[in-house]
């Protein structure tokens, strides 16, 4: 019986085969880093920040940070739509226990997470950015968990009987206005103070 013509895909080396996967796994390491670097530094510097000065931050090049983001608004939004990923994570976390109060501490987490980001959130909003339009599998997987959790608040009378999720959503978005109106950006302390203004409006009514 003739040899069989060897497989293209089996002749590659091994060492070649495990060599993409580290590249393909630093490239995603990169990514991650300079992400994780200009969010710090967006919330601490605000917007001007240079991305040469994110790629020394997060210990890449200047070339990686480009290859990966080539306009900082593209930067702008992967840093919103991470954020975002994180908040499912951390409600998804939330949504295993049971603590019918759940809901209060994620849309804190969502809060403190936009007072910190608010300079961010609103780059998006003057270039005109809609994340669930621009990210709309993770921005309904977010208002899916939050629903979840809103129903079990429901379910145990832990949250005021006539809130729907779309209230909640749009009073969480209403809480960024809210800090960035006061000047409170900058202030976790302020900005906590009136996040929880608003999660006590969503309590029950006393009868």
């Not at 796994?25 to 967006?42: K, P, S």
């Not at 979840?148 to 209403?174: N, S």
């Amino acid at each position: 019986m003739p040899n069989q013509p060897p497989d293209p895909a089996s002749a590659k080396p091994p060492t070649a085969q495990r060599s993409d996967r580290e590249l393909r796994a630093d490239a995603r390491r990169n990514r991650e880093r300079v992400l994780r670097a200009a969010q710090q530094l967006f919330a601490t510097h605000g917007l001007d920040v240079s991305l040469d000065e994110i790629a020394r931050s997060a210990g890449v090049g200047p070339g990686t940070v480009h290859r990966h983001f080539p306009a900082k608004e593209a930067l702008f939004l992967a840093v919103a739509i991470d954020e975002i990923k994180q908040l499912v994570a951390e409600a998804e976390v939330l949504a295993a226990g049971k603590d019918p109060a759940a809901l209060f501490e994620m849309l804190s987490r969502m809060m403190a997470n936009g007072a910190e980001n608010v300079a961010v959130k609103s780059a998006l909003v003057a270039a005109e950015f809609d994340l669930r339009t621009a990210a709309p599998e993770v921005a309904s997987d977010l208002t899916r968990h939050v629903a979840y959790l809103l129903d079990r608040a429901h379910a145990a009378d832990a949250v005021r009987a006539d809130l729907t999720i779309d209230e909640v959503m749009a009073l969480v978005a209403g809480a960024f206005a809210a800090i960035r109106h006061a000047g409170a950006e900058t202030s976790r302390k302020r900005s906590a103070h009136i996040a929880q203004i608003i999660l006590d409006g969503l309590r029950p009514q006393p009868r």
